[in-house]
Every structure is written in structure tokens, then in C-alpha cells.
């Protein structure tokens, strides 16, 4: 199988993909190739067949992931709109985005649309699902995938119909999601030395660094812990040294990732 030999379906008279590969499809292509392309474009056509054809699969744990990178040829393995993964980056959302910050706390497979029901997100959060629903991202579902020491990685199913129904693909999806990782983690060497989870944060400083995250300034997480604006400064200038961050909102980024907070 090589790389071009599962794309993206086409769509149907009906907006609808035709139907491609299934499950079964998937594991059984799965065992016969090396590529980690070849996989994510079998991957793209199995969710296709749900009406979710945007696809987003990553690691939220691994510190440094340069060597995961090394791995994957390109595209790499999402196909969002490229002009909403542009505004992402540049507006550094991944440190806010309630979707990566709930993948990292969540057990199990989650509705994006949910999230705004059962937590109360932040302003900042609330646009970026907003802006990702005017991009055609307009429901998703996500998976926690967990690994070996404490790893965590995530396949995002996303659909641009106003009528997708994820609660009806998500167990579907969840194990085409698990799949998926498993057929990753046969072609990927292991990542040891690049997963660091065992960064020294006091307990102050999380404390810290969990409010910040949750946008408040110092002033009021001061108030919120009973110690001085001054000192929550000097902790998160510990905690943004610590994790060798370039300012606090890097600083949350990296403390997701690694499931610090």
C-alpha cells in the first residue's frame, strides 16, 4: 500500500462522503505498511464515512516533539483547514483551547459541543470554538489516547455539516481513533528521552500556574491563595524557568502538554 492509496473520499451528490474503507478495512491495511501518511490518509477516509472528515492526531505529553515530527512525513497528521491552523498558531491557541486543555484531564472520548454545557470556559476559550465553527469545524469529537508512563496523545474528529450527529459516530470513532494510535505506535520508535514529566513544581507553583491558566491575573490569584501580588510573580518566574518557557502563556502550553496542571 503506498502512500496516495487511501485519500480523501469524494463527496456525493448528497454533500455526503461515498462510502470508503470500514474498520475492518483499516486494521487489516494497518498490518501491511510502514507509513504513518499512508495511515492518516486510511484514517481520513474510514471517519469520511461518519461525515467526519477533518482529522487532527497529536501528542500532548512529550516535551520536546521534534523526534515525533522526524516521523511523520509531510502533511503532517491533521488536514483542518490550513487557514484556521495559521490563525491557531499565530494566535498561540493551543495553550487555550478548551479542547487540548480538557484532552489532557478527560478519561474518555468527549463532544466538543458538550463543553460549553459542562464547564464554565473563559471568553477566550468560548472563541476559539467559536472561530473554529466559522472555519467548518462546526462539531467534533475528541479521544484520549494513553500510553505507557503516563503518555497522552488525541485523534480530533471534526465535521463541517450543521446536521453531523457525534454522539451517534463517537463509539465508531473512538475505536477507529484507538486504532489508529496502536498502528502509530508499531511504526514509531519509542520516545524516552523526549517525554519529561518529573518537572520539580511546588505545590504553590501549580497552584499558580493553574490559575493563570485559567486566566487570572496575579492580582486576583493572589487573593484567590492568600499571598501578595509580588509573590505569585516570583513563582510563575520560577515555574516559567523551570519548564524553559519563553513567557507564562508558553508556560501553560507546556504544563498541558505534560499533564502539570
Not at 512529550?62 to 509531510?74: I, T, V
Not at 491533521?78 to 487540548?100: G, L, T
Not at 481513533?177 to 520508535?189: C, G, K, L, M, Y
Request: charged share 25%; aromatic share 8%.
Amino acid at each position: 500500500m503506498d502512500d496516495q492509496s487511501h485519500g480523501q473520499m469524494p463527496l456525493s451528490s448528497s454533500g455526503r462522503e461515498s462510502r470508503g474503507p470500514d474498520l475492518f478495512s483499516f486494521v487489516e491495511c494497518a498490518t501491511q505498511t510502514k507509513s504513518i501518511k499512508a495511515l492518516f490518509d486510511l484514517l481520513v477516509s474510514c471517519a469520511s464515512n461518519e461525515g467526519f472528515n477533518k482529522v487532527a492526531y497529536g501528542a500532548l505529553t512529550c516535551s520536546n516533539e521534534r523526534r515525533l515530527l522526524d516521523y511523520l512525513p509531510p502533511p503532517p497528521t491533521i488536514n483542518f483547514p490550513s487557514d484556521w491552523c495559521q490563525r491557531y498558531a499565530e494566535q498561540e491557541y493551543r495553550a487555550i483551547d478548551p479542547v487540548v486543555r480538557r484532552t489532557a484531564m478527560l478519561p474518555r472520548p468527549f463532544l466538543w459541543d458538550d463543553l460549553t454545557h459542562k464547564y464554565k470556559l473563559q471568553p477566550r476559550e468560548l472563541r476559539v470554538l467559536h472561530e473554529a465553527r466559522e472555519a467548518g469545524l462546526k462539531h467534533g469529537i475528541s479521544v484520549p489516547l494513553f500510553g505507557s508512563q503516563g503518555r497522552l496523545a488525541f485523534v480530533s474528529f471534526a465535521s463541517p455539516f450543521d446536521d453531523a450527529d457525534p454522539q451517534k459516530r463517537m463509539a465508531h470513532l473512538t475505536i477507529l481513533a484507538s486504532a489508529f494510535h496502536n498502528a502509530v505506535a508499531q511504526i514509531t520508535p519509542p520516545l524516552d528521552e523526549d517525554c519529561e514529566t518529573d518537572i520539580p513544581l511546588t505545590e504553590r507553583e501549580t497552584e499558580c500556574l493553574y490559575w493563570v491558566a485559567e486566566g487570572k491575573s496575579a492580582w486576583v490569584i493572589g487573593r484567590l491563595v492568600d499571598v501578595s501580588e509580588n509573590t505569585v510573580n516570583f513563582h510563575m518566574k520560577n515555574v516559567v524557568r523551570k519548564l524553559g518557557a519563553a513567557n507564562r502563556t508558553n508556560a501553560v502550553h507546556k504544563a498541558t502538554r505534560r499533564r502539570l496542571i
